[in-house]
């Protein structure tokens, strides 16, 4: 997806009964169990199971901040889904 030229991804982060965080974002910043990494627009699809800290850094610069006991997360062309089984 673009905004104005900039490249940016969907993520909706919920628990097992309700949507915790749903928006667009310029780039995810998150923990497996081989350490942190980067989703950024136009990142592999992949499947993973995180932890720690979750960083969303928003198109307007601002960072969202939420953590993750244990969870998974999928991304598919641009769009990123997380799942807490554990807060």
Same mark, same amino acid.
Not at 44 to 56: D, Q, T
Not at 58 to 77: D, I, Q
């Given at each position: 997806?673009?905004?104005?030229? *900039?490249?940016?991804? !969907? %993520?909706?982060?919920? &628990?097992?009964?309700?949507?915790?965080?749903? *928006?667009?974002?310029? !780039? %995810?910043?998150?923990? &497996?169990?081989i350490g942190p990494f980067d989703i950024l627009p136009e990142h592999a699809n992949f499947v993973a199971v995180v932890r720690g800290e979750i960083l969303?850094?928003?198109?307007?610069?601002?960072?969202?901040?939420?953590?993750?006991?244990?969870?998974?997360?999928?991304?598919?062309?641009?769009?990123?889904?997380?799942?807490?089984?554990?807060?």
């Amino acid at each position: 997806m673009t905004d104005n030229g *900039k490249q940016k991804l !969907s %993520i909706t982060i919920r &628990n097992k009964t309700k949507v915790l965080l749903q *928006k667009e974002c310029a !780039s %995810i910043s998150m923990v &497996n169990e081989i350490g942190p990494f980067d989703i950024l627009p136009e990142h592999a699809n992949f499947v993973a199971v995180v932890r720690g800290e979750i960083l969303v850094r928003e198109m307007s610069g601002g960072v969202t901040k939420l953590n993750c006991v244990r969870g998974v997360t999928r991304v598919n062309t641009d769009v990123v889904d997380v799942v807490f089984l554990e807060e």
